[in-house]
């Protein structure tokens, strides 16, 4: 007889917990109930902030075209794509530009091979088979095919190669692959210090989708992306806790594990009993004060650092002249990436639009008053302002513990901590996406599925492609 559906307890309420929730119920059905439990409130790091007489992104401002479960969520919730308004770009080392973007495609094409000769082919090229064979995830989990540890799912996509892409850097990837040193410092330098706010010693896999996120077409949520976050908790009926988790104990019942969830909320400290758990916030000590107790053996403790990110929303004119234009009206660009060694004090800073772009908004001119986003890893100060600004209305601070700190990973976190626990956000380790949140949240849910019901045939298993292509 098929086991009834568990009453389940998930941990935040972000891009994962939102995700998880919404996959948890598409396999269990809606008669599982459970929490989401969210102090800081729905969203996570998919948050606005107020600025210059609109709401703007303060972070995960664009999703890629081939991010399906992302959008496969926008389509079901019946969202719509925010208007792209078009801007170019340039990477900055502190002391000049090193390469501009013009309006004119193939002239942008001939400053590559001019700068970096065939780099930006063999580059593309690399990504490309990277993304290729990860795609197959979607593949899998259609057949309801799940990995308990990042390993396997990794494994099962590229074999040998995609684990060893975790441990090993991108810049020695790409070297090895024919790309220049100076095209990987100064292109994948600023495109990693912009997505990661980290040079190119990140691993491999997660450069690749950090630049697969860069290259292609991407897309945004009219009103905010994380309206994507609530709207799939209103659609599932999520009862939202806002209450902070403080640890978990272990327990059992009749031969069953149970958990009992502790948490501090505004009415107090209390608890709660679930047959399945899903931890989506991050586990490493300088991230939460969690704990797990009457847990044997002990769960192990999550080492890895944390790397810090500082998100400055400001209104104000830009001081071009830094820039190396004295006129501000002939300043082109709306998007400015920076290279490792220049000592520039900023990651990157962009001209911002509004998360609501009516038909008439247009990008406003670079000597006029603009909303711009500068990324850096400490707050900017009063000097440091004023040498990106003339003037400025209003400055908007957001610091937060953005993404693990690379360098510091030995392994890869594990998926299942228990019995019926998991643990979502030890993805990040293999790359920080949106859309690698996404992927885990659904492998998560069949993986507590095909456990609850038994079904080990449909966990961890070898030469998947030839499987589905017989399924198929």
């Not at 991407?218 to 994507?228: D, I, P, S």
Request: proline share 4%; charged share 15%; aromatic share 12%.
């Amino acid at each position: 007889r098929p086991r009834p559906s568990p009453p389940a307890a998930v941990v935040g309420g972000g891009g994962g917990g939102s995700a998880v929730a919404y996959f948890l119920q598409q396999h269990f059905g809606p008669q599982g109930g459970g929490g989401v439990y969210e102090a800081a409130g729905v969203g996570g790091r998919l948050a606005t902030v107020t600025g210059g007489g609109g709401q703007y992104e303060s972070r995960g401002a664009s999703i890629h075209a081939l991010s399906l479960h992302r959008g496969g969520g926008v389509k079901i919730l019946g969202l719509k794509h925010r208007r792209e308004v078009a801007g170019k770009s340039a990477i900055f080392s502190g002391e000049h530009f090193v390469l501009e973007e013009t309006d004119w495609y193939l002239l942008n094409l001939f400053r590559l091979w001019w700068h970096y000769g065939i780099s930006f082919l063999r580059l593309q090229m690399w990504v490309e088979e990277v993304m290729e064979k990860f795609m197959r995830i979607y593949k899998y989990q259609a057949h309801g095919y799940a990995f308990s540890s990042l390993e396997e799912l990794l494994r099962s996509l590229g074999g040998d190669a995609f684990v060893n892409m975790t441990q090993r850097s991108v810049a020695e990837s790409l070297l090895e692959v024919g790309v220049t040193q100076r095209f990987v410092d100064d292109v994948m330098g600023g495109g990693l210090r912009s997505s990661y706010g980290q040079s190119v010693l990140v691993p491999a896999f997660a450069g690749a989708m950090s630049l697969a996120g860069a290259q292609g077409s991407t897309w945004a949520v009219e009103g905010g992306n994380k309206l994507v976050c609530s709207g799939l908790l209103k659609l599932t009926k999520a009862n939202v806790i806002p209450a902070r988790v403080t640890g978990i104990s272990g327990g059992g019942s009749e031969g069953r594990a149970l958990y009992q969830v502790h948490y501090e909320g505004s009415e107090g400290q209390g608890s709660a009993f679930y047959d399945m758990v899903v931890v989506t916030t991050p586990l490493q000590p300088s991230r939460s004060n969690f704990t797990f107790e009457n847990f044997e053996p002990p769960i192990a403790d999550f080492g890895g650092g944390v790397q810090p990110s500082v998100t400055s929303v400001v209104h104000g004119y830009l001081n071009s002249s830094g820039g190396g234009v004295p006129d501000p009206k002939l300043f082109p660009f709306a998007s400015i990436l920076t290279t490792d060694g220049g000592g520039v004090f900023f990651n990157a800073m962009d001209n911002i639009c509004p998360v609501n772009i009516s038909s008439a908004f247009r990008r406003k001119q670079p000597q006029e008053a603009a909303v711009w986003r500068v990324f850096s890893q400490q707050p900017l100060d009063k000097q440091q302002l004023k040498t990106l600004f003339r003037s400025y209305y209003s400055v908007q601070v957001t610091e937060w513990q953005a993404y693990p700190r690379y360098a510091a990973a030995k392994s890869l976190p594990p998926i299942v901590l228990h019995e019926n626990l998991f643990y979502l956000s030890g993805a990040e380790w293999v790359a920080s996406s949106m859309e690698m949140i996404a992927v885990a949240a659904k492998n998560v849910a069949l993986l507590a599925y095909n456990r609850w019901h038994q079904d080990l045939e449909k966990i961890d298993q070898k030469d998947l492609m030839h499987k589905v292509k017989t399924e198929l």
